[in-house]
């Protein structure tokens, strides 16, 4: 016996207009829902251009209180066409506190549940350490009226440990709302490594794990404020995967993409047990994987 749960992804392209942002978002769920989607996952920070292409203490303004006109927004989305919608908001905690920080609204308008990013990279065009305390919530399922989600956020898809940890606690579905791009200097063969090695890595925790995966990127170039690069090229391809790493959705790299796919809930149960990796763990031997590194 199947169990479907019926996704939607969110892929595009941001402006400078807040509320255009947020207008363009309640248009997609509104088609989504038409659509008979359940659950619905929008792209990281999405409200906004990706400012941490630079480090400017003006750009702490687009932080939201919680709760804030924001979260009423989205809650009431969620409420008005009854479905579960993952959210990625930058979070003012208190003064000088800030986050990055998912929040799913259940099905009623309410929230089911909030994570904070947990890694926080330091790149050039990607200096979220100067904007993002690291998230003190750990690795915690959300759950849901649809299930529970494993919801981690962008930098963390890099991580096997996040994802294993959540499928330990019982997620039953890896969910990351993503920012990533191509720097226009790359090489396209180096573009190419860097998209599929993306891809690869998270199909991994999927066969890993032998949970579905849904990765939702934003799409089009955002130019540097600082004029020191030309900008990213966030490269979308959003993409859905199944328990076994299989591709069930993979969107374009240039455009916008509004789209549902059906996920099989109970092939996880199956696929777990042909690949019982939960099992065979050598938990008893795992001890050095909290140190640094090991010589």
């Known amino acids: 016996m199947s169990k479907n749960l019926r996704v939607g992804i969110v892929q595009q392209a941001n402006t400078y207009d807040t509320n255009l942002n947020r207008m363009r978002i309640a248009a997609a769920v509104k088609h989504l829902a038409e659509q008979g989607a359940q659950l619905i996952v929008n792209r990281e920070l999405h409200d906004s251009l990706y400012f941490c292409q630079t480090e400017n203490v003006d750009n702490f303004d687009l932080a939201v209180d919680f709760p804030s006109a924001a979260t ?19 979070e003012r905690r208190a003064p000088g ?41 750990g690795f915690e399922p959300i759950e849901t009226s649809v299930g529970r989600l494993g919801v981690l956020v962008c930098w963390d898809q890099w991580y096997p440990e996040a994802a294993r940890l959540m499928a330990l606690a019982g997620a039953e579905l890896l969910i990351y709302p993503t920012a990533i791009g191509w720097e226009s200097t790359d090489t396209e063969d180096e573009k190419a490594r860097q998209l599929e090695a993306w891809v690869t890595v998270q199909r991994g925790h999927a066969v890993a794990n032998g949970l579905p995966v849904v990765t939702v990127n934003r799409v089009g170039t955002e130019i540097d404020p600082s004029g020191q690069t030309n900008g990213i090229q966030f490269w979308g391809n959003s993409f859905v995967a199944g328990p076994q790493g299989e591709l069930l959705l993979r969107a374009s790299s240039e455009d916008e993409v509004v789209e549902c796919v059906d996920i099989d809930m109970k092939r996880s149960e199956n696929v777990r047990r042909w690949w019982p990796f939960l099992r065979d763990r050598r938990i008893d ?7 640094r590194f090991r010589r």
Request: zero cysteines; charged letters at 20%; aromatic letters at 20%.
């Open 285 to 291: 031997a795992y001890g050095p994987i909290l140190e």
């Open 97 to 137: 506190l800030y986050h990055n920080t998912a929040i799913v609204y259940e099905a009623d308008g309410t929230e089911a549940g909030r994570y904070r990013k947990m890694h926080i990279p330091d790149d050039p065009a990607y200096y979220e350490k100067f904007y993002f305390t690291p998230g003190d919530l």
């Open 72 to 90: 009423e927004f989205y809650s009431a989305l969620a409420a008005e066409y009854g479905v579960v919608l993952v959210t990625s908001l930058f």
